[in-house]
């Protein structure tokens, strides 16, 4: 059974940070792309990131350039996002993903195995 399961999630003020797991059973996540997205309230999944499935290739949402980054643990089965300089409009459900086709990374509709998520809130 294909299980996905994201953590770290918690409550930081505007700037901090945070690193968020996305751990994986039943698949080898060098063998996807996995994708992370976020759900804010009231708004639809946003794509923020997805690394490759050789790790060789990573891309991110417009929104989170500059400020997240993701990485791999094959050893662990594991893909992190790393989250820094926060804002309150980072406030979402986060979650992971995997797709076969890196083209369409960031987009939820192509994406499988969805995590159940892990909040984060950005407030003062």
């Known amino acids: 059974q294909v299980k996905l399961v994201e953590s770290g999630g918690g409550a930081v003020q505007p700037g901090g940070s945070l690193t968020l797991s996305c751990e994986a059973s039943?698949?080898?996540?060098?063998?996807?792309?996995t994708g992370w997205f976020r759900q804010a309230p009231g708004k639809e999944h946003e794509g923020v990131s997805c690394?490759?499935?050789?790790?060789?290739?990573?891309k991110y949402g417009d929104s989170v350039k500059g400020r997240f980054s993701t990485t791999r643990d094959g050893a662990k089965n594991t893909v992190y996002l790393q989250m820094n300089n926060l804002e309150p409009n980072d406030t979402a459900v986060y979650y992971c993903?995997?797709?076969?086709?890196?083209?369409?990374?960031?987009?939820?509709?192509?994406?499988?195995?969805w995590g159940k998520g892990t909040l984060v809130t950005v407030s003062s």
């Open positions: 039943g698949i080898l996540l060098e063998e996807y792309h």
């Open positions: 993903a995997t797709t076969n086709q890196y083209s369409k990374c960031l987009r939820p509709s192509e994406m499988k195995n």
């Open positions: 690394i490759s499935a050789t790790g060789s290739l990573i």
